[in-house]
């Protein structure tokens, strides 16, 4: 998968999030009344945001490449952290709103106008952020964090905003969550996708075999490549490929490729241990033949 058709297939993933969530936070508005106060009801509704569209965000990365633990993993930790960012976002929300409604305390307009939309656009970004992270969190990794930090941020105000904006013009409520919803989930998924290609030091596409074309973004510092299920890039459906066969280091602005088997890594056709690659060299481990580009 090319990175633009991955950036697509991202979307259309937070598309498909916020239509998901849409039903269960009108059901639990229909069901209101079981709780005892907004905060509660709030909560639940955020909670309940953030587990699905988290589910969403956190199994697509495995989805994308065919790994079927990584995309269980991503399940479960994207419906954790979305989870909890729910929670977090609307009671920041609700501490937010007691604050602006100190401020605006003489003047009603103001805090319909100002107060209400403020602490909901923060609520979201937060979500956002949380909703953003958990691919980080699944792969352990810093630089994951941090895009999914700054993608989430972005995501999230934008689409917190857009979602105020649809609410204030549309008359019919439902229609205004329904689309607000889905272009949250587009925003969050389209900011993150986009960070994560500016900040990748390069990617791998492959040259031939089953999943010719398939690309992959390089965004951790450390990337292992092998045949088991458990590396950064997994290649099983390739022969000659061991179960660590090599790792990519980025470090330094450079990007070194060190072989960790007996089995060879190919770097242009010459047998390599350890080597510094650059755009469009051609890597070969076992018959998967890569071309590296930045």
């Not at 490449?65 to 952290?81: D, H, I, P, W």
């Not at 958990?134 to 972005?154: D, M, Q, T």
Request: aromatic share 10%; with cysteine.
């Amino acid at each position: 998968m090319s990175k633009s058709l991955k950036i697509l297939f991202f979307c259309i993933i937070g598309l498909l999030s916020g239509l998901a969530v849409w039903p269960v936070i009108e059901w639990i508005l229909l069901k209101q009344v079981w709780f005892q106060s907004y905060l509660i009801l709030d909560m639940v509704i955020g909670a309940a945001a953030g587990c699905i569209m988290g589910i969403f965000f956190g199994g697509s990365e495995g989805l994308i490449l065919n790994n079927r633990k990584k995309m269980l993993t991503g399940l479960a930790t994207g419906a954790v952290t979305g989870t909890i960012g729910g929670v977090i976002g609307f009671l920041a929300a609700q501490k937010l709103l007691l604050a602006l409604g100190n401020y605006f305390i003489h003047s009603v307009v103001e805090y319909q106008q100002v107060a209400i939309p403020a602490s909901r656009i923060v609520s979201w970004l937060i979500l956002g952020i949380f909703i953003a992270i958990s691919e980080g969190i699944r792969a352990l990794s810093l630089k994951k964090v941090i895009i999914g930090i700054l993608g989430g941020l972005c995501g999230g105000l934008a689409g917190g905003f857009i979602m105020e904006m649809i609410n204030k013009n549309f008359s019919s409520i439902m229609f205004s969550r329904l689309t607000g919803l889905c272009l949250f989930g587009f925003m969050i998924s389209f900011f993150y996708s986009l960070i994560e290609n500016r900040l990748a030091f390069g990617s791998l596409r492959l040259l031939n075999g089953k999943f010719k074309g398939k690309e992959f973004v390089l965004n951790q510092r450390k990337i292992r490549l092998g045949a088991h299920k458990n590396n950064d890039i997994s290649i099983p459906d390739y022969t000659e490929i061991a179960k660590r066969h090599a790792e990519l280091r980025y470090k330094g602005g450079k990007v070194i490729l060190k072989a960790l088997s007996e089995k060879p890594v190919r770097i242009n056709d010459e047998n390599i241990d350890e080597y510094n690659i650059q755009k469009n060299d051609v890597i070969q481990l076992g018959n998967a033949k890569f071309l590296y580009q930045n």
